[in-house]
């Protein structure tokens, strides 16, 4: 950084870098539009006024703005390497993105850190991790990989390590639970942020969550829930995600309160690369609070000042002098019409056309092991009434239900309500297979599986029929890890993911298309709109999110926190 040389430009004794002539600026601080020259220099916005440079682009009739930041995203869940997915967001402005790598780390552990931190170290988008908090998420299931406070403190002072990840154990942070207490410690003691996840927690569980020191939290389904988590302290990540969507109520319940809008910022949390190819990346996130009627301004500085505010990224976020040139050239604001993206001045595909993908370490490869699965193992008895997880359209949390459940023999049998869901350990550690009614899926004639699972990523499966799920799952296995879809003792379909079972080495045109064809294959399966076949699925064994999940060691009822009892059907 050649601070001499900045000084200089902004004083007009040399010429700038890079100077947008005549363009409407949106200014985070004031909250105005300003018609005015910026001045670049050094990769730093130096002046607004009137400016000569080098290399001069006409801005009339066009709008400035900060480069978008995902205040929290799982990189790994849109299966895209870090380059590739560096070359989709960017096209839509994001610059910036605070990843939470826990997805990856379940499945490797420590070295998954090194790998996305040395991934990302020179692509032209910054690129943050928050050090995962809950690995495993739960002590009820099984994971690829443990990561304590001893891991993470090789960390602490990287300079792109922001914190401790989403604190998923809530109900350990409540009870004061050692294990958690040394991590929100460490993070404390390296004056690191610490991010949420309590999805429903109120009240005094509430006031304990956000005194152990939690700041964020992105899990909000209500307003009322985002108002009382606002009033202890936290910053509201406001989600728009594959399958979670929590932006429209979030968004009219922020219009329609007297509440102010400083402390909510914008994530896509998971979201594939065919959404994100579709709809853009946090740009969609501003396009639609301002079509829900918020102030366009305002709507930016929820993707940009405030998330960078409240992660300390203390030279992003704004248009103005000091602050990094990650800008955004929109030639629509009302429409979020991205013309052209910058990183740090240059022409966000220019600095790309210069990166190249970082090689994925062999410890990250050929992570899924497994005995094949045989039809007997897929079994499931039941009685007069069963535990179903019934999904919920839209979102990621589920109900609990106890009903009676079509049967054959004493035997679960699938039908067009209620699909047989499997979960099968994968890291070869203890061989556990796990089977339940699920409601509300839909699928017919075939069977879904994927090595994406959250957290602990073991396969999930979803079909109508036993031998097409042992197929899915066993070819699953087979190819290391992906997405599969079967009907009729057939492969209809298929995704590879070689990088932990979660990601692809392919461009992100060929992941997207690859993508693209599977769920549409799945959609004329009978899985209705409002279910994403594979990122619904996805959650179904993440014991954190209410209200019934299944993992490998069978079905666990997060109300109770505790592993549902056959006896209580």
């Known amino acids: 950084m050649d601070r001499k040389k900045r000084i200089d430009a902004a004083m007009g004794r040399v010429k700038a870098d890079l100077v947008f002539k005549n363009v409407n600026v949106v200014n985070v601080f004031s909250e105005e539009i300003v018609t005015t020259d910026v001045a670049v220099t050094d990769g730093y916005v130096v002046g607004l006024g009137s400016y000569q440079g080098e290399v001069e682009v006409d801005g009339t009739d066009k709008f400035l703005c900060p480069g978008f930041i995902d205040a929290h995203l799982h990189m790994e869940s849109t299966l895209a390497t870090p380059f590739e997915l560096a070359k989709l967001v960017t096209k839509s402005g994001t610059t910036t993105m605070i990843a939470d790598p826990h997805e990856i780390v ?61 604190v998923m154990c809530y109900p350990d942070v409540v009870a004061a639970g050692d294990a958690i207490v040394e991590k929100l410690n460490a993070a404390e003691d390296a004056n690191k942020q610490i991010d949420g996840h309590a999805p429903g927690l109120t009240g005094r569980e509430l006031q304990a969550y956000a005194a152990a020191g939690v700041r964020t939290e992105h899990e909000c389904t209500s307003f009322a829930e985002a108002a009382e988590k606002m009033r202890a302290g936290l910053a509201i990540l406001v989600r728009e995600g594959s399958a979670a969507k929590n932006l429209t109520t979030l968004v009219n319940g922020l219009l329609d309160s007297e509440l102010p809008a400083d402390r909510f910022l914008f994530c896509t949390d998971d979201k594939h690369l065919d959404d994100i190819s579709r709809e853009g990346h946090v740009r969609w996130n501003v396009r639609q609070a301002i079509r829900l009627g918020m102030d366009p301004v305002t709507a930016i500085k929820m993707a940009t000042i405030n998330a960078a505010r409240v992660y300390g990224l203390r030279d992003l976020g704004a248009v103005a002098p000091g602050y990094r040139a ?14 052209r993206v910058y990183k740090d001045g240059v022409p966000v595909e220019d600095a790309l056309a210069r990166c190249a993908a970082a090689p994925v370490p062999a410890e990250l490869l050929n992570t899924v092991r497994f005995e094949d699965v045989r039809p007997e193992d897929l079994r499931l008895p039941v009685g007069a009434t069963a535990h179903c997880i019934e999904m919920v359209p839209y979102q990621i949390v589920t109900k609990h239900v106890v009903e009676p459940v079509p049967s054959e023999n004493g035997l679960f049998c699938p ?17 556990g297979i796990a089977v339940c009614p699920l409601k509300g899926y839909g699928i017919r004639n075939g069977a879904i599986a994927t090595s994406v699972a959250h957290d602990s990523h073991n396969v999930i499966a979803a079909g109508d029929n036993d031998e097409d799920l ?79 999940r299944l993992t490998d060691r069978g079905l666990f009822d997060v109300v109770k926190f505790a592993p549902v009892k056959e006896e209580e059907a």
């Open 106 to 166: 379940n499945v490797c552990g420590a070295p998954a850190v090194r790998y996305l931190l040395d991934a990302t170290e020179h692509l032209p988008v910054n690129v943050y991790l928050m050090l995962p908090s809950s690995v495993p998420a739960t002590p009820f299931e099984t994971n690829g990989a443990d990561f304590t406070a001893a891991d993470m403190a090789p960390f602490w002072n990287h300079p792109r390590v922001l914190g401790l990840g989403e």
């Open 326 to 339: 990650d800008l955004v050239l929109l030639s629509s604001l009302k429409k979020v019409k991205v013309e």
């Open 470 to 548: 042992v197929l899915a799952i066993n070819h699953l296995k087979a190819m290391g890890g992906g997405y599969v879809l079967t009907s009729g003792g057939k492969v209809l379909g298929q995704l590879p993911l070689p990088v932990a079972g979660l990601m692809s080495t392919d461009p992100w045109e060929d992941v997207q298309r690859n993508t693209a064809a599977i769920l549409k294959q799945a959609s004329q399966m009978g899985i209705p709109y409002h279910v994403d076949p594979f990122t619904s699925l996805s959650f179904l064994a993440l014991p954190v999110i209410p209200e019934l």
């Open 415 to 431: 039908n067009e309500v209620y699909t047989k869901l499997c979960v099968v350990e994968r890291h070869g550690r203890s061989g």
